[in-house]
Each structure stands twice: as structure tokens, then as C-alpha cells.
């Protein structure tokens, strides 16, 4: 009998250390992985003129349009907003 509270005590301590292995696990591993967006500036916007995308945050906005630069606007001939 007391070979038999010897084995389930050991099967315990190994059920323990096995969740609390697993536990680390799912910490380094979260299963909600969200991929990080590719642009920090938001969508892209064509620009009319060179026909090149930009990111909407640092485009030049001017007349409803986005440009990519100052040049492209001036070809444009759209007032800055
Ligand atoms: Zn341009």
C-alpha cells in the first residue's frame, strides 16, 4: 500500500511539472498571433501624375488628390489644402 501512495505521488509531481512546462509554453508561443501591419501610416493613395503609391500619411494632399511630392502637386496645379 505504501509503494502505491509512493507511485501516485510521483505521477502527480510529474502531472504538475509537465503543466506548469506547458504553461510556459503557451507564453512564449500566444495562439493569437495579429500580423503587424506592413505601412505605420495607414493605406496606400495613387498619386495622378507619376502614377506612384504612397502612404496616405505622408502623401501631399491638394484639390481631393494625393501626390507623392511637391513636383507631382505643381504639375497638378492643385492649390495645397
Ligand atoms: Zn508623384
Known sequence: MRFLI???????????????????LNVFTPAGHVP???????????DPVCGTYVP???????GGQFFCSEECRGKWGAVPS
Open 6 to 24: 509512493r507511485v501516485v505521488g510521483v505521477l502527480i509531481a510529474i502531472y504538475a511539472a509537465l503543466s506548469t512546462v506547458r504553461r510556459l
Open 56 to 62: 496616405e500619411g505622408r502623401a501631399i494632399q491638394a
Open 36 to 46: 503587424t501591419p506592413t505601412t505605420d501610416a495607414g493605406h496606400l493613395v495613387k
